[in-house]
């Protein structure tokens, strides 16, 4: 079978020494490994949280579920460079297998009275999977403890679900993906509102999930991300602006503060 043969090529592009390239962890994953290694002993992360949604690093908050995830990894690996990265490796793969349903299931059927076979959408799930096995971005991210390739592959699987009428657990990923990175904190809600019938017991069904998160954002400095990375969080264009305006003859004129 073709797409085993895809999946082994997936696997060993991302599983061969990623213990040692990249040389050494990152910041971000050396924080996410030992607060891991903090909650297995002791119940609480490395500032004194006890099993936070999210969890407090350099400043800034991160989503806890990667750290959460890895307490098994640790536990039967060491604190290891391996180990940290072992659960990215394999939604790395997942997210291979999940591309390919998902290409599959969106090719339409050229030849519908055949019943369930289709062989295009069979070979452009195939093409598919295997672009994404050598995509030199999901490789970099797949090959260390990046929250964004978790994510990702939760999304893929997310919409797969959806658009196979599996709501319920449909709803379970993109919740899942916005305890996992905070940019799908946004795109969750929104793919949501494309690929979910609007019924109440969705919508309710979705609130309760996200509900300890968003207790989390409204009481702690959880939320300091978003407002770090904003439209309008870096000053520094405006007081450019201001600054170009005080060198024109006529700074004050309309078309100039347009300007």
């Known amino acids: 079978n073709m797409m085993i043969i895809i999946l082994i090529l997936a696997a060993v592009l991302r599983l061969s020494f990623i213990g040692s390239f990249p040389s050494g962890l990152n910041a ?31 400043g800034d908050f991160k989503p806890a579920f990667y750290a959460y995830m890895l307490i098994p990894f640790i536990k039967i690996f060491g604190l290891t460079e ?5 659960p990215s490796v394999i939604f790395g793969i997942l997210g291979v297998w ?7 299931y969106l090719t339409p059927n050229p030849s519908p009275n055949l019943g ?20 030199p971005w999901h490789l970099h991210f797949s090959r260390g403890a990046w929250e964004v390739n978790v994510a990702t592959t939760l999304l893929i ?8 009428s599996r709501y319920a657990l449909s709803i379970m990923l993109l919740a899942l993906s916005m305890y996992t990175y905070q940019s799908t904190r946004l795109i969750a809600p929104l793919l949501g509102l494309v690929v979910i019938p609007k019924k109440l017991k969705y ?38 602006s201001i600054e170009l305006r005080g060198q024109h ?3 004050n004129t309309i078309f100039v503060r347009l300007l």
């Open 28 to 58: 971000d994953e050396a924080a996410l490994g030992y607060n891991a290694y903090s909650l297995m002993l002791t119940g609480r992360d490395e500032h004194g949280h006890a099993w936070p949604i999210n969890l407090e690093s350099f």
């Open 82 to 86: 391996f180990a940290v990265r072992l």
């Open 98 to 104: 999940g591309i390919y349903l998902l290409c599959k």
């Open 116 to 135: 369930e076979g289709n062989e295009r959408g069979e070979v452009l799930g195939r093409i598919a999977a295997l672009l994404l096995t050598i995509s």
């Open 157 to 164: 699987f997310a919409v797969w679900l959806a658009l196979k």
């Open 203 to 240: 919508l309710a069904f979705s609130g309760i999930l996200i509900l300890p998160l968003a207790y989390s954002l409204l009481t702690s400095n959880a939320g300091s991300r978003l407002s770090g990375v904003g439209l309008l969080a870096d000053s520094g264009p405006e007081n450019r």
């Open 249 to 251: 003859k006529e700074w």
